[in-house]
């Protein structure tokens, strides 16, 4: 069987260079890579992944991490980061916490990532102080998505939670609706990330800013799902009066809600109006107002944004923060109010 240094002993170059070449990349010269080529042809030689990984000292690959990747939004940016990656010669190597804390900690401090990734891109992912020095101590590129908490030196794709909440709620505000009630994420979750915090505040902002003062019993936590979406709406209609208008903190509690008020013989949107964020693929098809996020584009960005120092490019500082952005897409669940016509 032909191996990879036999093509480097009759095209004269090293092992290293014999993967570049094969790989395409533009370090070796045209030259070279011809001559290579060729003595490759001769030899007929066959390049595996594994020796050229070895020969060039790169893994070719990316470890991706998501909290959960069961959530719409994580399973669609994953898909889309894969796509680009692949398209470039780049495997993924998905790190799934499932909302376990002690996963997250096995995975930056103990999975030894410098001996099978050449990048990280964070999603989502909530860190510590002492994650910081694990990250830095990697020494590799680096992105995060979805995130409010940055990593120094590294870029960021993502949206603006809070205005995105404030569009959300200046549309119900704009229909005539008052009493308007908001379901937010657990901050109990052990990988309970920011953006609940953001679409909160922005929430909270817009009330205000209508000279209302937000009423704690209408902000209600819970998970950032359907279940989750109808567990909240079931206590919301505890209180006295009900609220004339839902704002989830996602489209997939949204869908929870809507659920949950029509289990409880409630029209939406003549007695309830929902709104969530995101555009869920289901939304359409149920008729969801929301506030559109492009998270497939975040995903490929957050790929391309990679792919650029992993070829040894210099990084664009200019482009190393993106807030992508967002769009109310209105549907049939949301109406004015009954008092207002």
């Known amino acids: ?77 994953v898909e889309a980061a894969e796509d680009a990656l692949q398209e470039a010669g780049y495997d993924l190597l998905l790190y799934n916490l499932g909302g376990r804390e002690n996963a997250r900690q096995r995975m930056l401090h103990t999975a030894k990532l410098h001996q099978r990734v050449d990048a990280l891109m964070l999603v989502a992912t909530p860190l510590q102080p002492p994650d910081f020095a694990a990250i830095s101590a990697l020494e590799m590129p680096g992105v995060t998505v979805s995130s409010g908490t940055g990593v120094p030196g590294w870029p960021s794709v993502r949206i603006d939670d809070v205005a995105a909440a404030r569009t959300a709620t200046r549309h119900l505000l704009g229909l005539g609706h008052r009493r308007i009630a908001h379901i937010s994420g657990n901050s109990a979750d052990e990988l309970a990330f920011t953006t609940h915090l953001d679409r909160r505040r922005g929430y909270r902002e817009a009330l205000v800013a209508a000279g209302l003062v937000p009423d704690p019993t209408l902000d209600v936590e819970s998970d950032f799902t359907i279940g989750g979406g109808g567990r909240a709406t079931r206590e919301l209609l505890r209180r006295d009066p009900l609220p004339t208008a839902i704002f989830a903190a996602c489209d997939e509690m949204a869908l929870g809600a809507i659920a949950a008020l029509r289990q409880a013989g409630l029209r939406v949107p003549a007695d309830v109006s929902v709104i969530g964020v995101d555009d869920h693929d289901v939304a359409r098809v149920v008729g969801l107002t929301t506030v559109a996020q492009p998270a497939a584009e975040q995903g490929r960005l957050a790929a391309r944004t990679l792919l650029g120092p992993l070829s040894g490019a210099v990084r664009d500082t200019a482009a190393a923060n993106v807030i992508l952005p967002t769009r109310l897409v209105q549907r049939e669940s949301t109406a004015p109010p009954r008092e207002n016509g």
């Open 1 to 77: 069987m032909t191996r990879i240094d036999d093509v480097a002993r009759l095209a004269g170059v090293s092992t290293a260079t014999v993967s570049r070449a094969l790989r395409g990349l533009p370090t070796v010269t045209e030259a070279t890579r011809l001559r290579v080529l060729d003595a490759a042809t001769q030899l007929g030689y066959i390049a595996s992944p594994s020796a050229s990984r070895l020969a060039g000292g790169k893994t070719r690959a990316v470890a991706v991490v998501v909290p959960r990747i069961t959530r719409w939004f994580f399973s669609t940016v």
